[in-house]
């Protein structure tokens, strides 16, 4: 008898621990709300679908306020062409697919568009000893200089010597430098390779890749294949990102559920405030 309690009571215990344990895992297989062609595990399982005003269906990544597009990785010279290689494991679709939108609400929004698959969905800018770039927008937006009044959270400015190296985000300059006769210099284009070389005074090896498909329902998306060298690069930060960057899901959807809250009494208050001022 003694023993057929113990028994009970180590399956409840049992139970009650792979519950618990479910509740900081990442992990959704399958979403009705995905447009068709985007129901993917990459997505489901770290993002949640959201509604814009202007741009219909985005998706939204469960991630750290600060987060931002283009910032957890390295460029890397793929065929011929700067390629952006994401150490975030819905990188290889959202950075070579589509657009990405700020929305005041959520933050940095990505809108899917077709199946054109581009080594990175970014706008360039090359200035004197400077690279920026910034998540290509759609259709409507567009942004100012890096130095300009409310522009920083679009662009990543970086020195050119810092260019190429692992983790690229960390080099980012916060305020950069501006002026008439930077402006003079600014040119939307990619870097050059031999300028970049002459920068950071190593030559640039040239990376070879091929591309498999990934077939969906109604699209055919392509994923980057890495040499291994690349690929280590890219395991050697997946644990950072996952500790210091993703947000599980119960977590992150905790903390809309908040803000929601906060701006529904702000708004509450807001007749308030103008029946005291009359």
Same mark, same amino acid.
């Given at each position: 008898m003694k023993q057929q309690i113990s028994r009970l009571f180590y399956f409840l215990f049992l139970i009650m621990f792979i519950s618990g344990c479910g509740t900081i895992v990442y992990q959704s297989n399958t979403n009705d709300s995905a447009p068709p062609g985007y129901n993917l595990p990459d997505l489901n399982n770290y993002g949640e679908w959201v509604q814009t005003d202007n741009y219909g269906e985005g998706w939204h990544p469960y991630v750290v306020s600060s987060w931002a597009p283009?910032? *957890?990785? #390295? =460029?890397? #010279? %793929? *065929?011929? #062409? =700067?390629? =952006? %290689?994401s150490y975030e494991p819905f990188g290889w679709i959202v950075y070579h697919y589509g657009y990405w939108y700020y929305d005041s609400f959520y933050g940095w929004v990505w809108i899917p568009t077709d199946n054109i698959w581009s080594p990175a969905n970014v706008i360039w800018n090359d200035y004197g000893d400077y690279v920026s770039w910034a998540p290509l927008p759609p259709r409507g937006v567009s942004y100012g200089h890096p130095w300009e009044m409310n522009q920083a959270r679009y662009w990543h400015v970086v020195r050119m010597q810092d260019f190429t190296r692992d983790n690229v985000g960390m080099y980012r300059i916060d305020k950069p430098f501006g002026g008439a006769n930077v402006s003079r210099e600014f040119v939307g284009r990619a870097p050059d390779r031999q300028a970049v070389e002459k920068s950071t005074g190593k030559p640039i090896t040239v990376i070879r890749s091929e591309r498999s498909r990934v077939n969906t329902s109604t699209r055919n998306l392509e994923r980057m294949n890495l040499p291994q060298t690349e690929n280590k690069k890219v395991e050697q930060n997946t644990e950072r990102v996952r500790k210091d960057v993703l947000v599980p899901r119960n977590q992150y959807q905790k903390q809309e559920n908040e803000k929601k809250q906060q701006q529904q009494r702000e708004r509450k208050q807001e007749p308030k405030r103008e029946d005291h001022k009359n």
């Open positions: 283009f910032d *957890n990785g #390295y =460029w890397s #010279y %793929v *065929n011929g #062409y =700067w390629t =952006w %290689v």
